[in-house]
Each structure stands twice: as structure tokens, then as C-alpha cells.
């Protein structure tokens, strides 16, 4: 059976982006008889707000679409503390104190996520109470070998983890970090097509990493496109994207921007990004 899911996290309200990515979801699962899934992804620290998973429904629900609910990511810390010990007794794991600054100042390489991590931590010996913990990529895919994955829109793909650099599993801030935790929570939901914008395609790689160290299973992913404004930058909470909840509370009709999202009709000023 084809599982898909949604996993919006409570930090901002939804916007048309969003609205994209859990129609492009629900509409795979339901064509293949499957089931789609609401899953809260609730662990950024103060930044997220439970009341804002009661408007997540209602939008979902005024867009049409049908859902089936698995426990919020708040209900799942002590699975991310069993699989990063697990990573750490395979001596996979190493504490980092650097800022984000000091990563951008010392790194030579640009990835996915942005400045890849230059190692800086690795090998010394740091108290690990108060950091981050980085996975080491380099000694992880030497225990795996080579590994590969298969994206429903651009076909079989060799995994090159070693792109996005030693990622943080374990935040400073927060429980865990949306690697470790999303790849947990796929696999604990019985996800088998993971659905997510093209921005995350390159973190694909570290997932299906971190599958084959922690025995889980292996989904298929699609990776639609974004939906971008006039200049060219896809929608975000952060730029203050119209929310789909000031719509809803306008009275516009949900079901029919459903229906012109499915057919790529967008509002004046939106477009579907081909990058």
C-alpha cells in the first residue's frame, strides 16, 4: 500500500506552498488506494506553537483533503535518543561546538543546506554536554558501502551523502535534528513514498544514510516542484507568504484553489518554479 504524509511544523502558519506539497501527497496516496498522513513536527524548540496544529487541520480540511493522524513528533523523543545512542556506540557520532558563523568563515564548499561543515570538531575532545552532535559521514558510508535510492521523478540515484558534509542529528536547541527525526518517524509510520519539495532532494542522500545504518526500511521519494513569487524565490513562512488561514477566514472557496493547484492555475504573483 502507497503511504504518503504531510508534516507541517507548527512554527508559522500554512501558505500556498504548503498547500502544494499536501495535495501533490494526499492525491498520490489516494490514486493508488493508499493512505495520506497528518504528522505534526513539533520539537523546534520555543519557535513552535501547539495551537497552530488545530489551524493546520482546518486548512487542510477546507482544501478537501482526507487525512488520516499519527502522534506529533513531541511524543517521539525517546525513539531519536535510542537511535542516536545506537549511532554513537557505533562511534558515529562526535559533539561540535561551532556557530554557524564559524562554519561559514572556515568552510570551503558549498552544499545543499548551505556551507558544508569543515570538520573542525571531528577527532578532539569535546565535552558533548551543551553541543550539537555531527554524524560522521565519511566513516558511516564506510561502514554501509554504496548505496542507492530511487526518486519517482528522476529515477535511481547513488547516494553522495558526502555533498551536504558531517550534518547535526542531535541539536543544541531541540531533541533532534529534522534528519534524524523525519527519517525515524517515516520509517515508524510506515511511509513508503516520501513527497517533498525539490529544495530537499539533496537531503535525501543523508537520509537513506541513516536508514541503512538504523535497519529501517527504504521509501521511494517524489520531489515536486516549488511554488515561487515574482522574484523567483520560493514561498516561506519567514517572508510572510499569505497564510492559507487568512484565505479560509476571508471566504475563499478551499476546494476550488485545490482544484487550480492540481490543474497549476496560481494566484496572481505565484508560479511553479522549474529549478
Known amino acids: 500500500m502507497v503511504t504518503t504524509r504531510f508534516a507541517p511544523s507548527p512554527n508559522g502558519p500554512l501558505h500556498l506552498g504548503h498547500a502544494y506539497s499536501a495535495i501533490v501527497a494526499h492525491d498520490l496516496a489516494r490514486a493508488a488506494g493508499g493512505r495520506f498522513l497528518l504528522r505534526v513536527e513539533d520539537i523546534d524548540g520555543i519557535r513552535s506553537k501547539p495551537e497552530l496544529a488545530a489551524e493546520f487541520r482546518a486548512d487542510l480540511a477546507w482544501l478537501g483533503l482526507e487525512w488520516t493522524e499519527v502522534p506529533a513528533q513531541s511524543s517521539r523523543l ?18 561540535c561546538i561551532c556557530t554557524r558563523a564559524e ?10 543546506e548551505g556551507p558544508v561543515y569543515p570538520g573542525t570538531c571531528r577527532g578532539k575532545n569535546i565535552p558533548g554536554e551543551g553541543a550539537a552532535w555531527r554524524l560522521d ?17 528522476a529515477g535511481e540515484q547513488r547516494a553522495v551523502p558526502e555533498q551536504t558534509g558531517d550534518v547535526v542529528l542531535l541539536r543544541k536547541d531541540a531533541p533532534a535534528s529534522y534528519h534524524l527525526a523525519a527519517t525515524l518517524d517515516d520509517a515508524r509510520d510506515g511511509v513508503t513514498l516520501v513527497t517533498r519539495g525539490r529544495d530537499l532532494f539533496g537531503a535525501t ?20 516542484p516549488l511554488l515561487v513569487d515574482g522574484s523567483g524565490t520560493k514561498l516561506a513562512k519567514r517572508r510572510g507568504s499569505p497564510s492559507l ?31
Do not use: C
Open 78 to 95: 525517546a525513539s531519536y535518543d535510542d537511535a542516536a545512542q545506537r549511532l554513537k556506540d557505533m562511534g558515529l557520532l562526535y559533539p
Open 103 to 112: 562554519i561559514a568563515a572556515a568552510a570551503s564548499e558549498i552544499g545543499p
Open 137 to 153: 559521514v565519511a566513516q558511516a558510508q564506510a561502514r554501509t558501502g554504496p548505496l542507492y535510492w530511487t526518486a519517482n521523478l
Open 205 to 224: 542522500h543523508i537520509h537513506r544514510l541513516l536508514q541503512e545504518l538504523l535497519g529501517l526500511p527504504v521509501p521511494r521519494w517524489h520531489h515536486h
Open 245 to 275: 488561514a487568512d484565505r479560509r477566514l476571508a471566504g475563499d472557496d478551499g476546494e476550488k484553489l485545490a482544484r487550480d493547484l492540481r490543474r497549476n492555475r496560481f494566484p496572481a504573483g505565484i508560479s511553479l518554479g522549474r529549478a
